[in-house]
């Protein structure tokens, strides 16, 4: 059984993800893959603006605005925080005392998260850019709002963790009377 076999091996497979983790991606691949990310971030970001009450308009990874423009750019796709992301995500799920399906989910949570978390910081850079404060959305500033989304990214694993621990409850009283 396969899953019974991840489950008693579950370091093993941590370790083995981990060390899929410090090899490096493929030039083409990487390219692939933050585009599609900026793609993604830049439609969240449009979709927080509206909801802001901010009119924007999408062209590609560029968010036009009223008066300025607000690029995702490569390095803003989120795919360093991404690995970052899968690191922590697979050692909750690791530390964490829960099935291996529950585990996998964490793990497959990841994604997500990351585009989430990578779309609240454009967000916010946006925002700073359009409110006139375009100096915040550079440089240490905005180096420290991506470790801010750190934060974020352990809160909204804890909530999915918080989730996946009360889908099921076990009645204890049940299971004496019957076992």
Excluded: K
């Amino acid at each position: 059984d396969p899953i019974r076999l991840i489950a008693l091996n579950w370091p093993a497979v941590v370790a083995a993800g981990l060390w899929l983790l410090t090899t490096p991606i493929p030039p083409g691949t990487y390219t692939r893959l933050t585009l599609t990310l900026q793609l993604w971030v830049s439609e969240g970001v449009l979709r927080s603006l509206h909801l802001l009450g901010i009119a924007a308009v999408r062209h590609g990874n560029i968010i036009d605005l009223a008066n300025t423009s607000v690029g995702v750019e490569e390095a803003c796709s989120g795919m360093r925080l991404m690995m970052a992301f899968v690191t922590l995500g697979a050692a909750m799920a690791y530390l964490g005392d829960r099935p291996a399906w529950q585990r996998g989910v964490m793990v497959l949570a990841c994604l997500p998260i990351a585009v989430f978390c990578n779309a609240i910081r454009v967000t916010v850079t946006g925002l700073l850019t359009i409110l006139g404060y375009p100096e915040y959305a550079t440089g240490m500033p905005h180096q420290l709002l991506g470790i801010a989304m750190l934060v974020v990214a352990l809160g909204c694993y804890s909530f999915v963790g918080y989730v996946l621990s009360h889908l099921y409850v076990e009645n204890t009283e049940e299971n004496e009377r019957t076992g």
